[in-house]
């Protein structure tokens, strides 16, 4: 069965420091993954997803099928980055995905 | 606004009442989803349609749970006999079926509360 881990419930850095949201995924398959944000009072949206290896609001995730991570990284963080984040894999037949139980991020002034 | 829209966005029950939640999705949209997210987890899935045909329900929690979107358009989830258990927020995603992996888009999610 497939499975996502965040290892990280919250995280904290500084405003222009660079900062790294890790995802750990467990597939048989060949994996979709994809990076959805939460920012305060709105709704799930879709950051990035790692077949179209572009880059959204400075972020950029890399697939690395060796260590099965796909970690979201931002050179230089900004405070209206402070949201939270979820990484997610599709999968099966419905291309449901299967979330990570998200890590809160807060860039601090 | 056309985004998916969810109604009501709150839900407060006694236990042992039934609740019904509504999802109206994007227009176009064939593929409608339901997930559960309870505090401190990422959704969780829970059934999924492609047009009226209700194609994966395996992850309903239990037979208390179902789900129905009768023309293709809207779609319901019924709790029957509610649980504490069955707290949560419930999310509707709806996406373009076309080939590969399309965006899933989402509402904006009815928190129920049972007491």
């Known amino acids: 069965a497939q499975r996502v881990t965040q290892p990280e419930k919250l995280l904290s850095v500084f405003k222009g420091a660079p900062v790294e949201l890790k995802c750990n995924y467990s597939?048989?398959?060949?994996?979709?993954l994809f990076w959805y944000v939460q920012y305060s009072r709105q709704r799930l949206q879709l950051l990035l997803r790692?077949?179209s290896r572009e880059s959204i609001k400075g972020f950029t995730a890399d697939l690395n099928k060796g260590e099965t991570s796909f970690h979201l990284k931002k050179p230089f963080a900004q405070e209206e980055d402070s949201a939270m984040y979820y990484c997610?894999?599709?999968?099966?037949?419905?291309?449901?995905?299967?979330f990570g139980s998200g890590t809160q991020l807060t860039v601090l002034p | 606004d056309t985004g998916v829209s969810q109604d009501p966005r709150h839900k407060i029950t006694k236990r042992g009442q039934n609740v019904t939640f509504r999802c109206d999705p994007i227009?176009?949209?064939?593929?409608l989803y339901w997930y559960r997210q309870t505090l401190g987890q990422g959704p969780e899935f829970l059934t999924y349609?492609?047009?009226?045909?209700?194609?994966?329900k395996s992850r309903l929690l239990s037979d208390r749970f179902s789900a129905e979107r009768p023309k293709g358009s809207f779609s319901t989830l019924e709790i029957q006999r509610t649980e504490q258990g069955d707290s949560a927020m419930y999310l509707c995603?709806?996406?373009?079926?076309?080939?590969?992996?399309?965006?899933?888009?989402f509402g904006p999610g009815t928190r129920l509360t049972v007491t």
């Open positions: 995603a709806s996406s373009l079926g076309l080939a590969g992996v399309p965006e899933q888009y």
């Open positions: 597939y048989s398959g060949s994996p979709e």
């Open positions: 790692h077949i």
């Open positions: 997610a894999l599709s999968s099966g037949s419905a291309r449901q995905l299967t």
């Open positions: 227009s176009e949209h064939n593929r």
């Open positions: 349609f492609q047009n009226e045909a209700q194609l994966e």
